[in-house]
């Protein structure tokens, strides 16, 4: 199951549409926000772009306990640490804990408000604190950034989203690339380019540059062509 | 070196402010922007926030060659496949070796016009291409939030920022938890609910639930002050 995404307190109606697109790219749908300043509001459905869904679909409640009332395990997201408080991890190394949970049962991530995070009072209402590692001369995230960071990081560890279809590309075969070599060298040699008396390792390099660009078929082919008219004009001569 | 921030063509300056924002918080300070619709403005300045100085020290250029000049590895980051393209790496898979290529010169993440992305022409001038692993039926994160997400990762695989000094809890030691499982068990004898004869594994269950909380040493403490207290009136019968 999706962990769910709780705002307490937000002040930007902004803000909640924004962080309402970050969820919707990663697979989030479960908003739920607590007492928030303004809401619905025009602001957060301009920010929310194609995830109007999400928005819509956001729960309202009084207060934080509500909104947890059907939560196995929250985690407050905080740039501080406290002293009475549990541990603090970092964000990827919590992800595959908050990952397991959430195979049990509905997970929280608690966002705090814009300018002052979670209360003392908030923070004691979740099980576990994490922490987006981030510049200590300005740690400042935006609400809707940091939730976009989370979604990301619980996607991308549970490896949800496959990349986007790959061009298919036909690798050369490594006779192909040795006959491709050995038409550089005679073309090269032919050209006066290479000295077979004092070869300077230029075949080397050649070899190297070539197995490290990793050529496919096509390459080889056009590669070749290029040899071939640069060897015509010394045909001739 | 950290790789600067490459913006094509924004068309919105609250995301170019926002930007510089998100770089700020990862430690990026390298902003460029190629040929901006609005910029400077007052709307970027805004949503900057407390990055002022990043976009203060941004660079402008007509064209994204012009932004590229020394740079020696550009990644621009789509959404989309191309036929003709490199193959896209997902940002996560990318990282280390963008890191490792940071370490020799100036590498640029290049990202899109909000509406269009990245043209041909100008994913032609990138060396590689990352994909942020997103839902196939809403892929669109905004411009600011990729960028967050992006130096977000490098950050985050560099291991360049530590955690908030965390509280510290003295562990309690296995005699100390020892003593106070014994504790419980005479505890819970002497009430009545745990009866020797059916003990119905309640010691086990005690252990594991500690085990799995990880006690300290006050917490030890303040448990077997608590279980005093619950004896004495027992005691008193």
Avoid: W
């Avoid at 604190?129 to 995230?141: D, E, Q, R």
């Avoid at 008396?197 to 078929?217: I, N, S, T």
Wanted: contains cysteine.
């Amino acid at each position: 199951m999706r962990p769910c995404i709780v705002l307490s307190r937000p002040s930007h109606p902004g803000n909640i549409g924004a962080a309402a697109r970050a969820m919707k790219t990663m697979g989030f749908t479960d908003l739920r926000l607590v007492a928030p300043k303004a809401f619905p509001a025009a602001e957060a459905v301009a920010m929310a772009s194609g995830a109007a869904d999400v928005l819509d679909a956001a729960r309202v409640y009084d207060t934080l306990e509500a909104a947890l009332a059907d939560v196995v395990h929250a985690v407050g997201f905080s740039a501080r640490s406290r002293d009475l408080s549990h541990p603090v991890r970092s964000l990827r190394d919590a992800a595959p804990d908050l990952l397991a949970r959430a195979e049990a049962g509905i997970v929280a991530l608690v966002f705090g408000n814009e300018t002052f995070g979670l209360s003392n009072e908030e923070l004691a209402r979740c099980q576990g604190f994490v922490n987006i590692p981030s510049n200590p001369a300005y740690g400042s995230l935006n609400l809707a950034a940091a939730v976009q960071v989370a979604c990301y990081e619980l996607a991308t560890s549970g490896g949800d989203f496959a990349l986007p279809p790959q061009p298919e590309h036909e690798p050369a075969t490594l006779d192909e690339i040795e006959a491709m070599h050995q038409h550089f060298e005679r073309a090269m040699t032919a050209s006066g380019f290479l000295d077979p008396h004092q070869p300077k390792r230029l075949m080397e390099r050649v070899r190297r540059l070539f197995a490290r660009a990793g050529l496919e078929r096509s390459e080889v082919q056009f590669l070749r062509g290029m040899l071939a008219a640069f060897e015509k004009p010394k045909r001739r001569e």
